[in-house]
């Protein structure tokens, strides 16, 4: 009886905002007349058609694997150069201003220019993704590193704990809160990246068909578009949450974390 | 009560997503000073098809018509006419394709003006296909080839596919890469394209390289309407004395332009970078003031026989 | 010992001129590249020829059309300032409520999870239909790009507060406020910067981009207008002053946090050393 009650109450919280906003959303659109926001009826009416079909597999699907790939690869850079960076004050001096002048680089600009380094194809879309990704992981290690505890650090030093022990034992677990929570912002800065790689110079992908449905003016298909992309970020998010309760369980703020998110 | 504030903060946080998801209707707004002019915003992309607009301004052709012009510079048709179907713009410029294309799709848009025409010569036009590699010497060897247009399902892609198709290739084994015409010519130097379709002043850059031209809008129709001024239903219907007036001075603004080139190159240089020496070189499209309706019912033809619509678009619907 | 020596010592103790130091490196290596023939002068022009076309730009008056370099940067820098203030405040605010109280938290987790992942660029037809193509449509984009990472933050924060502390607060019978004060804000603190700092160029990003598409008055307009003119040294010059309002928001944010971290181990350990 009581896990019929937790199970209710975790479907409750899992859909009972998105309900009220999605009937406040449909009322207050029921009777729009303005093109570029249709009433929620029809983009819920063309949402199946739009969707359960090939671009599932032919669109949906390769953006999804670009995501991945770019996810993935921004992970071990912002997590390597991050330690890296942040065990030194004079790395992190030296390459600081470069790497926040490259940060505020718009990726609207970046991407004429990665097309000429990386050609039209899945190499640039890949190197967007990580553009954007990196820096929230590379931010967070270098602050986690940073933070670590100065009496661990001598305790450390004290029984000569060196070398990739240290680095494993000690710097990454110490810094890891810091590091998912960098990762988990990179989630959505991703899938945001993932759409802004596939407007141009494109033949598939999510990105591709949002282009597509805004220059030819199918808005009803656009804003379903829409509701993918959040039903995307919540998928991934269930999965994000699941993968860091097996890395931070360990951590004190992770029980409760767990027990109150989603 | 600190329930209350609470629900009164989380209700600021959804503002945003529920303010661009359930905004309502907004009526065109003519802010107007009784016996003073009529503001207008008018949605431009900041190209060399605009200038009469431009020239217009300056010589006072609007101003002669009661109307203080703003123009806002946008990044394209997709940007322009949502607004002047839910009337942020009064007036707007957008290729002809994408006003048929929206128009299909449920958008109140109405053609007052032609835009831009070509510039009348197959061989000399202000667009062009362009290939790097020699041995390619007609469009139909495009055929399975990739090929840049600045958008897609646009004017640009319609011209590609109906080049090859006229001259016997396939027209649907063409994969057609979206790439800002800014970007064309890099692209086709680092061979990531076999060809790019570009306009003035990329056309310019394209040919400086000691690259061909295998065809242009011209080749499809020397009369083709490639662009349009357009206004809302809903405008016409409520101010068409607003209406009228705007669409005298901007058919006046085309007829200065298209009798005063040198103009043109100068006031281009005004609201773009083109630099000084493309612009006294490159080659200016037709500014008809007649829309060539002709054309625009090709145009239709071309958008169901290339798939962007299923339906074919309703050419005096925009007209009328 | 020998000046090449004590040179480096002195560079290497001031972080000023290590930074310096970097952006030197990367600016020299960004005029060989492309003169050395491994990028393409046409597309990629050299540093120098940046900077050339930057002055020139400079000196550029006001146009119609074309506002001058100082006009658009001074529109930019109020659309991005105004934005990131109120998504930094919003996202604190809600952030520390959010987080403290775990119902909530459970009830909106989803949500969160569902508007973040919208990119911008898809608001931006309905924004222009509801906003115009002013200011304001930049700014909500702004706004709601840059507030999630700073609610992120601050919730992960607010979760990594060390329950002992927590339970301590408890018993003492600290009221929610004073909970907030002493126990929550210490915890958060280091991720909030992190946070803001995030933030800080996410909106900045988010200001040129938006001027970029809707043509709000900007950096970005002036970015697009030399782009779509194939101007690329003076789109170059463009990137190259984001570039460096993302660096000096960096050294500004990177000192405040400084100031309100002063007791926080990422900073106490290197202001010792």
Known sequence: ?262 | MRMRRLAALFAGATLVISAAACGGEKTPTTPTTPGGPDTVNVGVIPIVDVAPIFLGESKGFFTEENIDLNLDTAAGGAAILPGVDGGTFQFGFSNAPSVLIAQTNGLDIKAIASGNGTAGDPDNDFSGLVVKDPSITRPAQLAGKKVAANTQGGIVELAIRELVAKDGGDPNSLEIVAIGFPDMVAALDNDQVDAIFAVEPTLSAAKAKGWSVLGSFATIDPKMTVALYVTSGKLAQENPDLVARFTRAIKKSLEYAQSHPDEVREIVGTYTNVPAEVRANMTLPGWPTEIDSGSLDTLADLIVKYGVTDTRPDVSAILS | MNPYRSFLSRVGTSPALLGLLGLGVFAVLLEILPRAGVLSSDYFPPTSRIIGALWRELGRPDEQFRPSLLTALSDTLVTWLYGLSIAVAAGIVLGLIIGSLPLLREFTASTIEFLRPIPSVALIPGLIVLLGVGREPTLVIVVYASFWQVLVQVLYGVADVDPVARDTARSYHLGPLRRVRYVIWPTALPYVMTGIRLATTVALIVTITGEMVIGTPGLGDNLYIAYSGGDVPVMYALILVTGLIGVVANTITRAGERIVLRWHPSVRGEVAA
């Open chain 1, 1 to 262: 009886m009581k896990a019929v009650i937790t199970g209710l109450r975790r479907v409750v919280a899992l859909v009972g905002l998105p309900i009220v906003l999605l009937l406040v959303w449909w009322f207050a659109s029921a009777d729009s007349h303005t093109a570029a926001m249709p009433p929620l009826k029809r983009i819920l009416k063309v949402f199946p058609d739009t969707w359960f079909g090939e671009r599932l597999t032919d669109d949906v699907l390769p953006s999804l694997i670009r995501l991945t790939e770019g996810y993935c690869a921004a992970l071990v850079i912002g997590i390597v150069a991050g330690v890296a960076i942040g065990s030194s004050r004079t790395v992190r001096a030296f390459v600081e201003p470069v790497l926040e002048f490259l940060r505020a680089i718009p990726p609207p600009a970046l991407v004429p220019i990665l097309f000429l380094i990386a050609g039209i194809g899945d190499t640039t879309k890949i190197l967007v993704i990580i553009a954007g990704c990196v820096w929230p992981i590379l931010l967070n290690t270098v602050e986690g590193v940073r933070g670590v505890d100065p009496v661990l650090v001598d305790t450390c030093l004290t029984y000569r704990v060196s070398g990739l022990l240290r680095l494993r034992t000690f710097v990454l677990r110490s810094a890891s809160p810091q590091i998912m929570t960098g990762a988990r912002q990179a989630l959505s800065v991703g899938i945001i990246l993932m759409v802004i790689s596939e407007l141009k110079a494109s033949t598939d992908g999510l990105g591709y068909t949002f282009e597509q449905f805004q220059t030819r003016f199918q808005y009803p298909q656009m804003w379903s578009g829409v509701l993918v992309l959040g039903l995307i970020g919540v998928v991934l998010s269930l999965l994000f949450r699941f993968v860091e309760s097996r890395v931070l369980a360990w951590h004190r703020g992770q029980r409760a974390a767990e027990r109150t998110s989603l």
